[in-house]
């Protein structure tokens, strides 16, 4: 059997991960989505272990010091972390793994992981990711200025991906993502079961 993939979307905040990776799940049901952890309180209508873990500060780093995390970060004052977990357990019988993180955590796991599939999320343009920030309605003046901010250096490290998708409309973003797999699952080093069976 083959080792399932690693996937990573990532990308400024407001750009979309979030409704593209939903979609994503949604057009393919057997990708397996990694529920983070955070110390940032539940939105309305959040549930505890579908959204994300809720954490304690203090529960959160017990967890850094046991080795928990493939990664976290610090983002927008708030801890996140991809609990190590079920991860290679799911890539050992085949199955792909989707990780909807920061720009900071990409870089972690690309470390950790370099053969992970990289996808960078860009917006149409900085002034439609304006627009998506600020139609999130969830941000006060001071915090949109800051997400734009950091949005323009973290578009520049996107360019250290393998792939960069520009999210202009969400379904073809999905589409985008879904060939970028269907190759992924197409390379030599992802079929060697099936060589070995050839080469008997
Ligand atoms: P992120 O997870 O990257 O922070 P979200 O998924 O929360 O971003 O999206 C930010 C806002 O932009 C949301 O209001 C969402 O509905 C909207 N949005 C996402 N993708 C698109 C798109 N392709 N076209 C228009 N609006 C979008
Ligand atoms: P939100 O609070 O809007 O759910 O997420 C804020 C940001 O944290 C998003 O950019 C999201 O991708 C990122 N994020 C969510 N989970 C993780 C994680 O496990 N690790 C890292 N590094 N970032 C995460």
Do not use: W
């Amino acid at each position: 059997m083959n080792k399932g993939l690693l996937i990573v979307v990532s990308g400024a905040s407001g750009t979309g991960k979030g409704t593209v990776c939903d979609a994503l799940l949604k057009k393919i049901p057997t990708l397996a989505y990694s529920i983070s952890a955070t110390t940032r309180a539940p939105r309305p209508g959040e549930k505890e272990g579908e959204n994300y873990y809720f954490l304690s500060r203090e529960a959160f780093s017990e967890m850094i010091a046991q080795g928990g995390f493939l990664e976290y970060a610090e983002v927008f004052g708030n801890y996140y972390g991809t609990p190590l977990g079920k991860i290679e357990e799911r890539r050992k019988v085949g199955q792909d793994v989707l990780l909807e993180i920061d720009v900071q955590g990409a870089l972690k796991v690309m470390e950790r992981i370099p053969d992970g599939v990289f996808i960078f999320l860009l917006p149409p343009s900085l002034a439609e990711l304006e627009r998506r920030i600020r139609g999130r309605g969830t941000e006060t003046e001071e915090t949109i200025a800051k997400r734009l901010g950091k949005a323009k250096t973290e578009i520049a490290v996107g360019k250290k991906y393998r792939y960069a998708v520009v999210n202009d409309q969400v379904e073809q973003a999905v589409n985008k993502i879904e060939a970028i797999l269907t190759a992924e699952h197409c390379r030599a080093d992802q079929n060697s079961d099936i060589f070995e069976e050839l080469g008997r």
